[in-house]
């Protein structure tokens, strides 16, 4: 829902988060409206281009090590990795942290293409280079996404320095060539960042409150360890599951090893030093966050760890060997989608509306729209007879008008969001001396880490609802359990001059 809200001009960066993943979904509203499928395709693109790229890496990684059939471990990994919550039950979440998977899965690719000349795997010097510059750009791009992208190259820096690396001469100017091209991708963006943060405010000015934290010592270790890595355990669990049906596929069985498939697992047929690069990609960016939450005092919340498990998927190597049926599991794999799939979509919605659980995925988003555009064609008045084009308010309550606007899909409609100027960099003068649509959540209580339903309004967005002579409060059932607490928004329209 963010996206789809902030999605209504290109700038150089945003008060929340840098600019990539909403220069990319923006223009696609223009063509298709700010429909919810549009953030739920770029989300699963997103994963689905991660997957390709690490695929072709695990190739690189099985070829080198002179296996026979490469695409096999490369499957493998892929489809090990495919149950991640992450990928599946959370994959059409076209957030920022989803919008890095592919570029931060290209710098790991790109970093061992530049390993594999220094080791003389392969000898061709422009590929050398252009490999290098490759991950600069990648590396870029991923930095345009999220800042979080620094614990993946912090990884990649830590594999530079424990593999040796660093003794290869050539390698440091392939660090520079990198340098350049990743400052080739951020440098506007870094200009805007030094205006924004001189001043108070900006990315890294929310991004230091949002991870600030009161805890004691004891207190920071008790939620990285319970809230964070438990969290993350959880989230990989279903990985396991395809770990444990290539476990009883490869089962050692009395077979003559000359004529028949060979058991030798295929985690021993990996290079060593592969092995190492593998295993420190897939548990370093959680060491890593974990550490800084504890010794820096800092909040690490578990949906930051989207892009910390792309290479997992290998560990499933450990217990494959030549006895494996790929399509058997690839079947095996897909009845696992499908029925994760149909269980997560009963539990949150019909099970969820029948026992009064009130959350993201059933809220009564189209019936919501449909009395506040009721109300609004009720005061021809204050509108003049024309469609909403200024909607204020909590991001999240004013997106579910956005997304159901039955005029333009919403690309005629300007978020103020929470009634700042700063948050909404697409608004222009004229924009603001149109008739607004004012919501706020009637009855704002916190749930966990969000609101149940929009957070309170921001003073800005009180005062303008305090002005309005025309407004009212809706009552919207949000399940069928009898007695359940409904929806209340209170909603007012308020004509030019605003306050």
Not at 160 to 167: A, C, D, M, P, T
Not at 214 to 230: D, K, N, T
Not at 320 to 327: E, M, V
Not at 367 to 394: C, F, K, M, Y
């Amino acid at each position: 829902m963010e996206e789809l809200v902030w999605a209504n001009s290109f700038e150089w960066g945003y008060q929340k988060h840098p600019p990539l993943p909403s220069w990319i979904i923006y223009p696609l509203t223009l063509l298709f409206g700010k429909a919810m499928w549009l953030p739920i395709a770029l989300g699963l693109t997103c994963v689905g281009l991660a997957q390709v790229i690490s695929y072709y890496l695990y190739c690189r990684i099985a070829k080198n090590a002179g296996h026979s059939n490469p695409s096999s471990l490369g499957m493998l990994a892929v489809l090990t990795t495919s149950p991640l919550i992450y990928y599946s039950i959370r994959g059409g979440d076209f957030n920022h942290n989803a919008a890095q998977l592919w570029s931060i899965a290209a710098m790991f690719y790109f970093y061992y293409r530049t390993w594999e000349f220094e080791r003389e795997i392969d000898k061709k010097i422009l590929n050398y280079w252009l490999s290098w510059l490759s991950l600069g750009v990648f590396t870029g791009l991923a930095f345009i996404s999220k800042y979080s992208v620094v614990i993946q190259a912090a990884v990649l820096i830590i594999h530079f320095l424990i593999s040796g690396r660093w003794r290869f001469h050539k390698a440091w100017t392939g660090i520079l060539l990198a340098g350049c091209a990743f400052l080739f991708i951020t440098t506007p963006h870094l200009y805007w960042l030094y205006g924004q943060t001189i001043i108070g405010q900006g990315p890294i000015y929310y991004v230091s409150h949002a991870m600030s934290t009161s805890a004691s010592f004891f207190q920071r270790v008790w939620q990285v360890g319970y809230e964070f890595l438990f969290t993350q355990m959880i989230r990989v669990l279903p990985c396991l599951l395809i770990i444990g049906l290539t476990y009883q596929l490869c089962k050692t069985r009395s077979i003559d090893r000359k004529s028949g498939p060979s058991t030798r697992s295929w985690w021993l047929t990996i290079l060593n030093a592969d092995q190492v690069f593998l295993w420190v990609l897939a548990i370093g960016p959680t060491v890593l966050a974990m550490l800084i939450g504890i010794l820096f005092d800092q909040k690490i919340e578990a949906k930051w760890a989207v892009t910390f498990f792309i290479m997992v998927g290998f560990i499933s190597w450990i217990f494959a060997n030549d006895q494996l049926s790929l399509p058997a599991l690839t079947q095996q794999t897909i009845t696992l989608h499908v029925v994760i799939g149909l269980g997560f979509g009963l539990v949150t919605g019909p099970l969820a509306n029948y026992f009064g659980y009130q959350g993201r995925a059933n809220f009564p988003s189209k019936a919501l729209a449909s009395v506040i555009q009721q109300r609004w064609q009720e005061h021809p008045e204050l509108t003049n007879g024309e469609p909403i084009q200024l909607i204020v308010g909590d991001t999240w309550i004013i997106g579910n008008i956005i997304i159901h606007d039955p005029i333009t899909r919403g690309r005629n409609i300007k978020p103020w969001i929470d009634g700042e100027d700063l948050s909404s960099p697409w608004l222009k003068t004229e924009d603001q001396q149109k008739t607004a649509l004012i919501l706020i959540d009637g009855e704002p209580q916190p749930k966990g880490v969000w609101w149940r339903a929009g957070h309170p309004p921001t003073s800005r967005v009180q005062a303008m609802f305090d002005q309005a002579n025309v407004k009212g409060v809706e009552s919207i059932p949000w399940t069928s359990k009898e007695g359940a607490p409904p929806l209340k928004i209170q909603w007012a329209i308020l004509p030019y001059p605003l306050p």
